[in-house]
Nanobody, 120 residues
Framework: QVQLVESGGGLVQAGGSLRLSCSASGRFLSIKNMGWYRQAPGKQRELVAGFTSGGRTNYADFVQGRFTISGDNAKNTVYLQMNSLKPEDTAVYYC??????????????WGQGTQVTVSS
């Protein structure tokens, strides 16, 4: 019912920048929250940053002011600007959205993931 399409991953040198985008489409009444998670090999998936439809944001401690999440509610799109990237930021980044589905209520959806690789 909700499809999340991610883009913007790639290979970058340490200290570089990348911008991830995620757009939601499908049959839903509204998007309540969107966010980015990441999963490195052998590690659990962890929250990177979140964005609410009201414009509030939250970040993982390891972001340390390097990343900025923003959103466009009209386009059901969320962005993650990542600056000062470090090799330890290497992971698959997943978009997450909480959508309000007609007759069903709130449900959570995931994108397929986009690889971010930071070389030293």
């Amino acid at each position: 019912q909700v499809q999340l399409v991610e883009s913007g991953g790639g290979l970058v040198q340490a200290g570089g920048s990348l911008r991830l985008s995620c757009s939601a489409s499908g049959r839903f009444l509204s998007i309540k929250n969107m966010g980015w998670y990441r999963q490195a090999p052998g590690k659990q998936r962890e929250l990177v940053a979140g964005f609410t439809s009201g414009g509030r944001t939250n970040y993982a401690d390891f972001v340390q002011g390097r990343f900025t999440i923003s959103g466009d509610n009209a386009k059901n799109t969320v962005y993650l600007q990542m600056n000062s990237l470090k090799p330890e930021d290497t992971a698959v980044y997943y978009c997450n959205a909480q959508a309000n589905i007609l007759y069903y209520g709130l449900d959570v959806y995931w994108g397929q993931g986009t690889q971010v690789t930071v070389s030293s």
